[in-house]
């Protein structure tokens, strides 16, 4: 003898657009980059003792960061 199943559903469904917001990926992106340079920096200041190449370094990233960040509000990428 067969065994009917109950009509009632045994989870709860979610909605995709409720439960998962987006990922940010270009402010990801940033913060990687923004850790890498200052990892890089501080190799370059504690091994090198280069006081100025180390300044560079962070210069060099915040810049490319501001860049691209600026560049992604505007629309252009």
Do not use: Q
């Amino acid at each position: 003898m067969p065994n009917k199943l109950p009509l009632k559903p045994r989870a709860k469904t979610i909605r995709a657009n409720d439960s998962i917001e987006p990922v940010d990926w270009l402010a990801l992106w940033a913060i990687s980059l923004g850790v890498c340079a200052i990892v890089l920096a501080a190799t370059a200041l504690y091994v090198a003792f280069d006081h100025i190449g180390a300044t560079f370094i962070l210069i060099g990233t915040a810049s490319l960061i501001a860049i691209i960040l600026k560049a992604s509000a505007h629309g252009y990428l």
